[in-house]
């Protein structure tokens, strides 16, 4: 027999479920068809913000070339106590061995001392403890047990030192791996800012740098500001050779420079070693707060930082390498905030 049951009604509670979410899908619907599109940011704002992240890129860098800089030096102390360790070893080996073959001699003639006896059985320290008291030693055998003595105490000390060294390196290293993440970090974030540009905006960004470089390549005034010193104009003179070359960040030269990697080359090839970073270089030589009181191959440092140095060319102007993208070249020295010059 047929059923003639009558089909089972939805609920209140399902049909006011499914009543709520109709609504708010429709309403979801209406506003997202009213909101705003999301604004492309501008070439202006696209400026300033690709600044700021040059400028925090720069300062990364300068800690980077500090972290360098200690790498290396640690390197080189390290290397030194090793050589001296492996040294220091020969020449106990060589008064160990002495003391050996006086022991032998006599035991081949049948008479060992019983002070050779009780050295070749026992650490030196615990030697000198005993054989001092029962007068077991001559004055020969004594000098070089002390001799060794003190050789195995310098031995001590310098693989201690070697090891806190080594230490240091490895946070130094790590440190190292960290600012360099940091630095790209922030020029890949410009890059993508600079990507979402149209293809007219980067035309003109790129034709605001060339502009900037080619002309201050040869065409800057830069009047006739003395040089500070013999060693200031060579490394003025230097650093003008290097015109044209490509800022890179952690480059030291010769054909890329970071600011610092700038100042420190130009004035090697003057003869004189100037300190890697630019903090460092902030406190190199004299400082000269007043614009006008700056001659060329002064060093001038900018922001309040002093993650920026250049070189004074003479006339309001400065010789460095800005930052990523650009090349050494002449700017204004008031395109950027000027803190003091520094005469080497």
């Known amino acids: 027999m047929t059923?003639?049951?009558?089909?089972?009604?939805?609920?209140?509670?399902?049909?006011?479920?499914?009543?709520?979410?109709?609504?708010?899908?429709?309403?979801?619907?209406?506003?997202?068809?009213?909101?705003?599109?999301?604004?492309?940011?501008?070439?202006?704002?696209?400026?300033?913000?690709?600044?700021?992240?040059?400028?925090?890129?720069?300062?990364?860098?300068?800690?980077?070339?500090?972290?360098?800089?200690?790498?290396?030096?640690?390197?080189?102390?390290?290397?030194?106590?090793?050589?001296?360790?492996a040294r220091g070893q020969g020449e106990l080996n060589e008064l160990r061995d002495s003391m050996g073959l006086a022991a032998a001699a006599q035991y081949r003639a049948g008479s060992i001392d019983s002070s050779l006896q009780l050295f070749l059985s026992s650490d030196p320290d615990d030697y000198l403890d005993k054989a001092s008291t029962a007068d077991q030693l001559s004055a020969q055998q004594v000098d070089a047990l002390e001799k060794i003595q003190e050789k195995q105490r310098e031995l001590a000390q310098d693989r201690a030192e070697a090891s806190e060294k080594l230490k240091d390196l490895g946070a130094t290293r790590s440190e190292l791996g960290k600012k360099k993440k940091e630095v790209q970090k922030k020029l890949a974030e410009a890059q993508k800012l600079l990507n979402s540009l149209t293809a007219a905006e980067k035309a003109a960004?790129?034709?605001?740098?060339?502009?900037?470089?080619?002309?201050?390549?040869?065409?800057?005034?830069?009047?006739?500001?003395?040089?500070?010193?013999?060693?200031?104009?060579?490394?003025?003179?230097?650093?003008?050779?290097?015109?044209?070359?490509?800022?890179?960040?952690?480059?030291?030269?010769?054909?890329?420079?970071?600011?610092?990697?700038?100042?420190?080359?130009?004035?090697?090839?003057?003869?004189?070693?100037?300190?890697?970073?630019?903090?460092?270089?902030?406190?190199?030589?004299?400082?000269?707060?007043?614009?006008?009181?700056?001659?060329?191959?002064?060093?001038?440092?900018?922001?309040?930082?002093?993650?920026?140095?250049?070189l004074y060319a003479g006339n309001r102007q400065v010789l460095h390498a800005p930052r990523t993208g650009t090349v050494v070249r002449y700017e204004s020295i008031n395109n950027m905030p000027f803190q003091f010059g520094v005469r080497i």
Do not use: M
């Open 3 to 85: 059923s003639h049951r009558r089909p089972k009604q939805p609920s209140r509670t399902r049909v006011t479920v499914l009543t709520t979410a109709a609504v708010a899908a429709v309403a979801f619907s209406a506003n997202a068809a009213n909101a705003a599109p999301t604004e492309k940011p501008n070439k202006d704002d696209v400026k300033t913000k690709v600044d700021k992240l040059y400028e925090e890129a720069e300062q990364a860098t300068e800690k980077l070339d500090g972290a360098t800089e200690k790498q290396e030096k640690l390197q080189k102390e390290i290397s030194t106590i090793q050589d001296n360790v």
């Open 205 to 310: 960004f790129a034709a605001a740098d060339e502009r900037a470089s080619r002309g201050s390549s040869s065409r800057v005034n830069l009047g006739d500001t003395p040089s500070a010193s013999n060693f200031a104009a060579a490394a003025f003179a230097a650093a003008q050779s290097r015109l044209g070359s490509p800022y890179v960040y952690g480059a030291t030269g010769p054909s890329s420079f970071d600011c610092s990697g700038l100042t420190s080359w130009a004035y090697a090839q003057a003869g004189v070693s100037i300190p890697r970073t630019s903090q460092a270089q902030a406190n190199a030589g004299t400082k000269i707060y007043s614009q006008s009181g700056l001659k060329v191959g002064d060093l001038v440092i900018f922001y309040g930082d002093q993650h920026h140095v250049a």
